[in-house]
Nanobody, 126 residues
């Protein structure tokens, strides 16, 4: 059973940074992905970034391009998301999700994410 536990959220001022952590267990890395999503009240859930642990390939959404970095610490079994120059519009609940068996290996479509953490709140004030 895959389990994901997020941490690192909090309340910060605009322009500050946060590092979100996703501790992963029960996931044998293969052709799957681990991703960060976020959802603000009244808005659709959106993928912020994803990583394919085996290949190391990453992608970051355009709306955080240049301000977000996703990376894996294999020894700690943790996927991190660094968020820099935070803006009020970044305020949301951030979720870690895993797609261990994507229908198309390496693609990791939204429907492939089977496992989700409880989320960690990020609040950015101006």
């Amino acid at each position: 059973q895959v389990q994901l536990v997020e941490s690192g959220g909090g309340s910060v001022q605009a322009g500050e940074s946060l590092r979100l952590s996703c501790a992963v267990s029960g996931y044998t890395y293969s052709a799957g992905c681990v991703a960060w999503f976020r959802q603000a009240p009244g808005k659709d859930r959106e993928r912020v970034a994803r990583i394919a642990p085996v290949s190391g390939g990453t992608s970051v959404a355009d709306f955080v391009k240049g301000r977000a970095t996703i990376f894996l610490d294999s020894a700690k079994k943790t996927v991190f998301l660094d968020l820099n120059s935070l803006k009020p519009e970044d305020t949301a609940t951030y979720y870690c999700a895993a797609a261990p068996r994507p229908s198309v290996p390496g693609l990791c479509r939204p429907s492939d994410y089977e496992y989700w953490g409880q989320g960690t709140q990020v609040t950015v004030s101006s």
